[in-house]
């Protein structure tokens, strides 16, 4: 049966190869067949082990195992004969040799060889052809597959890039040669399969979805080949790619704020914070410098960043008060020139670096004295630039001073007084305030204000006593200084500045003024006249010395002026008096005894003390031994008998002295006439009225003197009444006229209008003019008894007589006295 069948392929093969070879053994076997007969085919597959059966050949071949060995049946001719024996004890063809179909025909197709088996007696030559078949025995190769492919790719490659890969290699052929590649998974890759012309496959690699080195820096691929055998064959070979690094990654910070705080007047250099940004990229890729982007003003220059380590530290002032908060931003940059951007917020920290500053807004020097505490005297304003605690104040003042600190409206402080003030006793205050803050240590500052103040009249003018007493002797130059009241008053300048005034008192009848002046401004009291002691022993004023304040202040004074007396005065003889023409005399009996009291010289002398102390003296006698004066109270005695021989007439002269220094004296003239009987007399003091012609002469005098002062006084009275006339006729012309009535007064007058005195002081003045008044006096008293019947023989003068008169009147009279 198999012989059938394989005669059958042998014609299938016949009719389908053309090759010339074949062609020339084709024609051999025919002529062969031809010449015996049969040819067998079979097909083995290849790598069968030596000693497989290919085929039973004499079955095959229609001969018997008798036939084979009588046949000394055999293989000849034909190349390959060493891979096939033919047992010809069984009749069977077996394998000989490995027969390795690659080797035996490569590519090509169908593989098979032949050869020819001869038999003898009869001789046959029956040819064999062996087709060997292609088992899968070789797997596709790739050349260099211990080593992988390598690919360096870029992050940044663009799609659709191609990687050309290398093909592998299956020795096999047909079904079990190479058929196919396949690219382990992955995410970035697919293959690509192309046709050569020659039918061969190549295989390239496709970017379909970028890479990231960051993901995978890495990609291990593998690359698979496989043929269609079954059992189906593969090779494999690893891709290694590198995926390169592109800067496609911007550096981050850890942080999108940094906080951070730094206290102000932090040193330079101190670290305040660390930044940290990281780069995903590799290489110079990924390698940071750290710089803070252009700040807002001043911050520049305050912060610097390390531009490594991204430590940021002060490298300016920082000054709380300037700028409390920075935000600072911060720039990290690779060296492919991408940067990310945080920021940092750094607060400041306040220190108590400030000091409170005072300034004064308003300040009221001087200050009135009788300001009411309460008064507010200054306005401060304090600030301290710090915060906080720091920035709190507290006001002070220092040491005790009567004023206080009130606080107002924020950060301004009143200074306001505490007390009242009083001038003279403090006029000024140095006020120290100090602003101190709470910060720790506290900052304090201070201000110096001066307060002065100013003056107001609330002291009057104080004199050193309660009352004073001056001296001044008497008959002084009018105008002589007394006397100097001295008054203080504590205030200041004008309500210091004290004027004396003399109080309008009347001294006996006329005004004060009239007897002394007062300076105002020294306050020297002087004397307007001469005093004379006999008239006015004493002088008591008020002294008034007011302030320029206003209103004024004043206080009073009594100043009581002592006169002090001068023997300006002669004693003056009351008795005997001292008769012009009678004579008057002592009658001395001639009987009287020793010691007999003639008379008594009465003498007086208005002067006081001393001045007044009078004695008596015997300074001329008829006859100095009859008579003597007691030298005390002047009384004439008779110090021995009188005889009849002493003369009726006697004449004594007895001075009267004052104890004054120097003393003054005055005589008088004793008449004594010792009789016994008046008409004896009367003869003998006839004579006494010798000096009659003397006084005739003087009575003439007088006479003319009284005539000529009438007639002025006559004429005096005539011009007056003419002004008067003419005057009234003047009103009434007025009055008639209807027009307002002005008084007419001569100009020199006008600042006594209203007084109502100025007629009498306008008669008064015309009077003195004619020197009329002081004859008026005299002429009031021209009929006086003492002028008319002046012993012309008395030392007194007029005056005298007239003094006299007034001692008389005085209380204290000086007759008393001695
Ligand atoms: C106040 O200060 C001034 C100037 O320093 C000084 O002349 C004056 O005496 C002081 N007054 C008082 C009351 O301390
Ligand atoms: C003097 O002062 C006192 C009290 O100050 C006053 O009572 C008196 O009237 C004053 N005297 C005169 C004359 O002004």
């Not at 046949?71 to 069977?92: F, M, Q, S």
């Not at 260099?144 to 390598?150: E, S």
């Not at 920075?326 to 940092?344: M, N, P, W």
Request: proline share 5%; hydrophobic share 35%.
């Amino acid at each position: 049966m198999a012989s059938v069948g394989c005669l059958t392929m042998f014609l299938k093969w016949r009719l389908f190869c053309g090759l010339p070879r074949q062609m020339g053994l084709l024609v051999l076997l025919l002529h062969v067949v031809n010449m015996v007969g049969g040819q067998i085919r079979y097909s083995i597959p290849e790598e069968m082990k030596k000693g497989s059966v290919i085929g039973n050949v004499a079955q095959d071949l229609g001969l018997d195992l008798k036939r084979l060995r009588s046949g000394r049946a055999r293989i000849v001719t034909g190349e390959n004969v060493h891979y096939t024996e033919l047992k010809t004890d069984k009749g069977i063809l077996v394998v000989n040799e490995r027969i390795d179909r690659e080797e035996l025909c490569g590519d090509v197709t169908p593989c098979s060889f032949s050869f020819e088996v001869i038999l003898e007696n009869p001789m046959e030559l029956h040819r064999v052809t062996v087709e060997v078949l292609d088992i899968n025995d070789h797997a596709p190769v790739f050349p260099n597959r211990d080593k992988a492919i390598r690919f360096e790719v870029s992050e940044s490659a663009a799609m659709g890039v191609r990687f050309p890969l290398q093909s592998a290699e299956d020795l096999d052929v047909d079904q079990n040669a190479l058929q196919d590649y396949i690219l382990s998974p992955n995410d970035n890759f697919v293959l690509k399969q192309h046709m050569n012309p020659d039918g061969s496959k190549y295989v390239e690699m496709v970017l379909q979805k970028p890479l990231d080195r960051e993901q995978r820096p890495h990609l291990s691929l593998k690359l698979i080949a496989v043929d269609g055998g079954a059992p189906q064959r593969s090779g494999t070979v690893n891709i290694d790619v590198t995926v390169l690094d592109a800067n496609d990654n911007i550096p981050v910070f850890n942080q999108s704020v940094y906080k951070a705080s730094v206290v102000e007047n932090t040193m330079k250099g101190t670290s305040i914070i660390r930044v940290n940004a990281t780069d995903a990229d590799s290489g110079s890729n990924g390698l940071i410098s750290y710089s803070l982007s252009k700040m807002k003003g001043s911050a520049a220059d305050i912060f610097s960043i390390d531009e490594n380590i991204g430590m940021i530290s002060v490298s300016g002032l920082i000054d709380f008060e300037k700028e409390r908060k920075y935000e600072v931003r911060v720039a990290a940059k690779d060296q492919g020139g991408l940067i990310g951007t945080s920021k940092v917020i750094i607060d400041v920290l306040d220190v108590n670096d400030n000091a409170p500053v005072i300034n004064v807004m308003s300040f009221s020097s001087p200050l009135s004295e009788d300001a009411p505490p309460g008064t507010t005297i200054a306005i401060l304003n304090v600030k301290d630039a710090d915060s906080e605690n720091n920035g709190q104040i507290k006001c002070s003042i220092d040491g005790k001073l009567p004023f206080k600190i009130e606080s107002s409206l924020t950060n301004y402080y009143n200074l306001v007084s505490d007390q009242q003030f009083d001038r003279e006793s403090v006029p000024e205050y140095n006020i120290t305030i100090t602003a101190t803050d709470f910060g720790s240590p506290p900052l304090f500052s201070s201000t110096k204000l001066n307060l002065k103040i100013s003056d107001v009249n609330d002291n009057a003018p104080l004199f050193d006593k309660n009352s004073y007493f001056a001296y001044i002797i008497e008959n002084n130059s009018p105008g002589l200084s007394i006397f100097t009241v001295t008054a203080r008053d504590s205030d200041w300048n004008q309500n210091a500045r004290i004027s004396y005034l003399l109080e309008d008192t009347q001294v006996s009848g006329s005004p004060v003024s009239s007897y002394v002046s007062l300076n105002s401004e020294t306050g020297i009291l002087s004397a307007v006249r001469s005093f004379d002691y006999e008239q006015i022993k004493q002088l008591q004023l008020v002294v008034k010395a007011q302030d320029g304040g206003s209103p004024p202040l004043s206080s009073n004074v009594t100043v009581k002026i002592l006169i002090q007396d001068q023997n300006d005065n002669p004693p003056q003889v009351l008795y005997p008096v001292q008769t012009g023409g009678s004579v008057v005399a002592e009658m001395v009996p001639r009987s009287a005894d020793v010691g007999y009291l003639v008379t008594k010289v009465v003498a007086v002398d208005v002067d006081s003390g001393q001045n007044a102390w009078l004695s008596y003296k015997l300074q001329k006698a008829t006859d100095r031994a009859l008579f003597e004066v007691g030298l005390q109270n002047g009384e004439i005695r008779t110090i021995r008998q009188v005889t009849d021989k002493d003369a009726v007439k006697q004449r004594l002269t007895v001075i009267v002295e004052d104890n004054g220094q120097p003393s003054r004296s005055a005589t008088v003239i004793v008449n004594v006439a010792v009789a016994d009987s008046f008409p004896e007399v009367l003869s003998e003091f006839t004579d006494f009225t010798q000096d009659k012609e003397y006084n005739d002469n003087l009575t003439f005098y007088l006479v003319l003197a009284l005539a000529v002062v009438s007639f002025l006084f006559i004429t005096c009275l005539v011009v007056i009444l003419s002004v008067k006339i003419y005057r009234w006729r003047q009103s009434r012309i007025m009055c008639h006229s209807n027009l307002p009535v002005i008084p007419y007064y001569p100009p020199r007058y006008s600042d006594t209008l209203g007084t109502g005195t100025l007629q009498h002081v306008y008669n008064y003045e015309v009077c003195r003019t004619t020197d009329s008044r002081k004859s008026d006096c005299k002429f009031g008293r021209a009929g006086s008894q003492n002028v008319l019947i002046m012993d012309p023989s008395s030392t007194a003068t007029m005056q005298r007589i007239q003094s006299e008169k007034n001692i008389l009147d005085e209380p204290h009279s000086p007759l008393e006295v001695s």
